[in-house]
């Protein structure tokens, strides 16, 4: 394993995060309806208390929304939060002068001077990620972030963007991709393993699986909107994992089935940043935090979801 450097400390140290993307959005996660700002704040506010101070928003998010609330919420408390945002690589985006003038936007936004980690959201056809990455140097040489990441980058990309950074002497932070126990790409493909070679951090998104691993849904109730259709077969499958789930809880005095689900990851070396729709969510979620699955446990919830999907290779 590559000495982590002194830069990207910080984010090796954080157990968990917060997801944003609930924060304004309508199309997935039904902004308006089931949640609004005031249950929002409180998420917020919960997982400051209970010691979660990592967020991660995005441009896109709400469409600026997120990092508009974010923003606000900011300026109301005291102790220090990390934030975390992302470049989209619109079609049209095609220079690297593009990527400090949207994280200019960004930082409008949410009223800040700088961010801790800024991150390419996904590779592009129209953008290499060498270019990207040369904007990112900008980003940083401006003082307008921390860190670097990039999300979404299999092996290949991500190396890429290592490289190009290193030529100028910053480490490549993070790597935000897909990880939960129902999405275990990343370890099958070996994108985990590498940028744990590198001191790269993962960053686990949808670590709940979009709510399947909260345990409140099945084939019979399956989630609103597009993510029913999206995990039909997946539902089919769920039964025994949550079985499994709620029996490990059980053995670290009633942890729930999210809560065994995130620490799972945890034990895998990954940072998980579970999305809240409001106050109750937010603090089941940090108590995914601070305790340890067993060796044997890990390789048990290994063994029942080893097979829930095909994975292919990178
Ligand atoms: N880089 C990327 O491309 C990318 C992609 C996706 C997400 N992300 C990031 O990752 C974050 C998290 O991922 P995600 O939001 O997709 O999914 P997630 O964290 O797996 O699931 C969040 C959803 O699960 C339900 N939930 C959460 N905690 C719960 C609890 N304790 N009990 C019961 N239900 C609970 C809520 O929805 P319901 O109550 O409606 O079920 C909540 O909105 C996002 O907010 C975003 O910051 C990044």
New binding site residues.
Partial sequence: MTEVSNETRFLHAIEMGL????WGDRLV?GYGQ?HTDKEIRESFEASLTLGVRFV??AEIYGSGYSERLLGQFLKEIDQPVLVATKFFPWPWRLTKGFVPRALKGSLERMGLEAVDLYQV??PSLFISPETMMEGMVECVKRGWTRTVGV??FGQKHMLRAYSTLAQHGIPLASN?VHF?LLNREVEKNGTLARSKELGIRVIA???????LL?G?YSSENP?PGVRGSQYTELLKKLPPVLKLLQEIGLEHGDKTV?QVSLNWLICKGALP?????NLR?AE??AGGAGWRLTEEEVAKLDQATDNIREYKKD
């Avoid at 998104?205 to 709510?211: A, D, Q």
């Avoid at 940043?273 to 729709?277: E, L, S, V, Y």
């Fill in positions: 997801g944003a993307w609930q996660w089931t991660d928003t959201h996904w999300s979404n935000q939960s998104y949808s670590p709940l699986e979009k709510g909260s409140k989630p999210s940043i579970p999305g809240a729709k969510q089941l979620n």
